[in-house]
């Protein structure tokens, strides 16, 4: 197939630093390349693929030139792939909406992978202008608020085989990584890590507009000893930061979307303490691959229970239900539908539940190549 690829502009692809969506988006192409499609990438002009890279802006936003205006960006985002339309069989957003309005209009099938969140005010009125439209959610909860799309499919993320090298030794410190703001719990991870008498190590960047929450709630108890502020990260610097730590802290309060970081630490042998948010349920195995808490208090005697924890049995599993190799054929198989007009309704496809992802599936049930 002839696949286009639609990536956002604020990271390259993948990112440098931070960067979910961009990571999981250059993991695709290079999986979909392998599977023998041409792939094109619109992405910025510092992004890497193994697919055809068009570029469509020299850096990346938030790395590039201060000041630039992200609108111009997208608006030469779309011009590029309305130029180059039909040069696609199947053509893939991964920009939530803003892409409906022409995508709806150049005759190509398409799809939207959703990769934040969807209970926000004004989403249902957006897609009662593109009933067309299909849609891939990355966890069943993630669709929760909004049943009436067509949801064509759920495809959890996967990483590349040999991305992360795992470590069975049991860690000296418990690990937080992702963004310092109030819905990731960095202020739960440190009572936890206290409470618990084990060191915790924080690697994140601080976005510009939680400054005052990170000077107030966070900087007060990082004394550089008991809690590190190691900065933000780099791939080649997670796979130790990871692999060395008892466990990872991922105390959210917010509806995860799916929680990328959850299944880098499994990568690595590293056990999970989630609170039961989001899409936890379906990514942590409780008992297996980490523990799903409802509060500090749990945590804190679930950092009492790790070394019931066999983390050869974490990375295992991880093998089982998180590969790239995975993702790219579900894709693969939902391109299929939408070129052949199979697609529709969306009932025909969506997943029937979270727990199709708790055990791994059969061979046989995969979606076949080609």
Same mark, same amino acid.
């Given at each position: ?5 639609? =990536?956002? #502009? *604020? ?15 250059? %993991? !695709?192409?290079?999986?979909? $390349?392998?599977?023998?499609?041409? $792939? ?16 469509? %802006? ?38 939530? %909406?803003?892409?409906?309005? #022409? ?8 799809? @939207? ?32 608020? !909004? ?11 996967? #990483? ?20 310092? @703001? *109030? ?12 409470? =618990? ?13 939680? /400054? ?48 990328? $970081? ?7 042998? /590293? ?28 945590? $804190?005697? *679930? ?47 969506? =997943?029937?539940?979270?727990?199709? %992802? ?7 049930? !995969?979606? *076949?190549?080609?």
């Amino acid at each position: 197939m002839r696949i286009a690829q639609l =990536a956002p #502009l *604020a990271e390259s692809v993948p990112p440098k630093l931070y960067g979910g969506t961009e990571r999981v988006v250059a %993991w !695709l192409v290079d999986e979909l $390349v392998e599977l023998g499609h041409d $792939v094109t990438l619109f992405a910025s002009g510092d992004s890497r693929t193994k697919g055809e890279l068009h570029a469509v %802006w020299p850096r990346a936003l938030r790395l590039g030139r201060k000041g630039a205006d992200p609108n111009a960006a997208c608006a030469v985002l779309l011009e590029a792939i309305a130029k180059r339309a039909k040069d696609f069989d199947v053509i893939h957003a991964h920009i939530d %909406w803003l892409p409906l309005p #022409l995508l709806s209009r150049l005759g190509v099938p398409f799809v @939207t992978t959703m990769h934040g969140r969807l209970d926000l005010p004004g989403l249902s009125d957006v897609l009662r202008q593109f009933p067309g439209a299909g849609f891939v959610s990355i966890s069943d909860h993630q669709r929760l608020p !909004l049943p009436e799309a067509n949801w064509i499919a759920t495809i959890p993320h996967g #990483l590349p085989s040999n991305n992360f090298r795992p470590s069975f030794d049991q860690g000296s410190y418990l690990a937080f990584l992702g963004r310092l @703001t *109030a819905e990731k719990g960095p202020q739960d991870a440190i009572r936890i890590a206290r409470a =618990a008498g084990m060191p915790l190590r924080i690697a994140a960047k601080i976005p510009r507009g939680e /400054t005052v929450f990170f000077k107030k709630q966070l900087e007060p108890h990082i004394d550089g000893l008991a809690v590190q502020l190691v900065g933000e990260v780099d791939e080649a610097k997670k796979q130790p930061f990871l692999a060395e730590a008892t466990a990872l802290l991922f105390p959210i309060d917010w509806p995860e979307p799916f929680g990328l $970081v959850m299944i880098e630490a499994m990568a690595c042998g /590293t056990p999970v303490i989630a609170y039961r948010s989001g899409s936890v349920p379906e990514v942590v195995e409780d008992g297996v691959t980490g523990f799903i808490v409802e509060n500090e208090e749990q945590a $804190v005697r *679930a950092v009492g229970d790790l070394g019931r924890l066999d983390r050869r049995k974490v990375r295992a599993r991880f093998e089982e239900r998180f590969f790239a190799d995975r993702m790219a054929r579900e894709y693969e198989s939902a391109y299929r539908r939408l070129i052949s007009g199979a697609a529709y309704p969306a009932a025909a496809f969506a =997943a029937p539940h979270a727990e199709r %992802w708790r055990e791994p599936r059969p061979a046989d049930e !995969l979606p *076949a190549p080609g």
